[in-house]
């Protein structure tokens, strides 16, 4: 599908905006059947299946229209009906074929004793580890992309003192391109969309981080609703005031990422309205981004 055949929205519109434009174009490519569905192997490893339960919560499109329409899912360790050799069987038989595939991978690849750390199965009485499944898959997937903080770059599986020495994706990878797509967890919208962009036009522009610019351009800081709180100088001393949370150690002048706007659950919510932001979009959360709370003012 070419791009005379899908107007985007100007760069004005928000990062939300963008999202959903292009989740409505590729709805409509793949119904006129000018567009294709794609294979999708979602593998998960060291980490908290955040991101699949994340991706659970996601609407418009919701997961079920994502994998009855968008994508053919092939294999999944928690949402495929098939377990045991029977699931484990699907993996080897991606790698074998020629069948083009998304790999996508949550949780970040434990290292420790050549990947026994992490197992994602067993085939003919033998262990598959998570870093065999990595690499396996990667090399041979279209297009990889890596969901989630631990994936990214580690994340909280990787944090100190990192007893299974887990590492990122890319580690495993070598030079393998990747796009990133930090947080913990994702929010269903930056999967989906970078899905859809998939779909439409390929991979979506990246920044130097390889992460969409679509969605990791803004700082946090500067879209947020107390920014203003910030510029007039009027911090919270306390969690659960309204102010700016930046003295409390909120970490949103050094994270980018849509969150201001897009928000969470059907816009319910999001970290900042919960007083907190701990920077988890960032590269080198958690560690980097700790202490998360820093009772630093004092009260007259």
């Known amino acids: 599908m070419s791009e005379q055949n899908i107007i985007l929205p100007p760069e004005s519109v928000t990062n939300e905006a963008i999202s959903k434009r292009l989740l409505e174009a590729a709805q409509n490519g793949l119904q006129s059947g000018q567009l294709k569905r794609k294979k999708l192997v979602w593998l998960e490893l060291n980490g908290c299946s955040g991101n699949v339960i ?25 949402m495929m009906v098939a377990d045991g050799e029977q699931a484990i069987n699907r993996l080897f038989e991606m790698a074998d074929g020629e069948e083009d595939f998304i790999l996508g991978v949550e949780g970040a690849v434990a290292l420790k004793n050549e990947g026994m750390f992490h197992l994602v199965g067993t085939r003919n009485g033998k262990p598959l580890t998570g870093l065999q499944a990595a690499k396996m898959l ?23 003192p990192n007893l299974s020495q887990s590492v990122g994706l890319q580690a495993v990878l070598g030079n393998k391109k990747i796009i990133k797509l930090p947080g913990c967890p ?37 879209r947020c609703p107390r920014r203003h709180y910030f510029d007039k100088g009027v911090f919270s001393e306390t969690l659960g005031e309204p102010y700016c949370l930046f003295k409390l150690g909120c970490r949103g002048p ?6 201001p706007t897009r928000q969470w659950n059907g816009h319910v919510n999001w970290p900042i309205g919960a007083s907190t932001c701990i920077g988890c979009a960032q590269s080198g959360f958690p560690d980097r981004m700790a202490p998360f709370i820093s009772y630093n003012t004092t009260r007259e």
Not at 59 to 76: G, K, R
Not at 138 to 160: F, L, N
Not at 254 to 259: G, H
């Open 54 to 78: 994340s991706l659970l919560n996601g609407f418009q499109p919701d997961f079920e229209y994502a994998i009855t329409q968008m994508v053919d899912l092939v294999y999944s360790n928690s």
């Open 138 to 160: 990667g090399e041979k997937a279209s297009t990889v992309i890596a969901i989630g903080a631990c994936a990214v770059d580690g994340g909280p599986s990787a944090a100190r």
């Open 186 to 222: 994702v929010h269903p919208d930056w999967f989906l969309g970078t899905l859809a962009h998939l779909l439409l036009y390929g991979p979506p522009e990246l920044d130097q981080q390889s992460r969409p610019k679509m969605f990791y351009s803004d700082l946090l800081h500067d």
């Open 254 to 259: 050094v994270t980018r990422v849509d969150c």
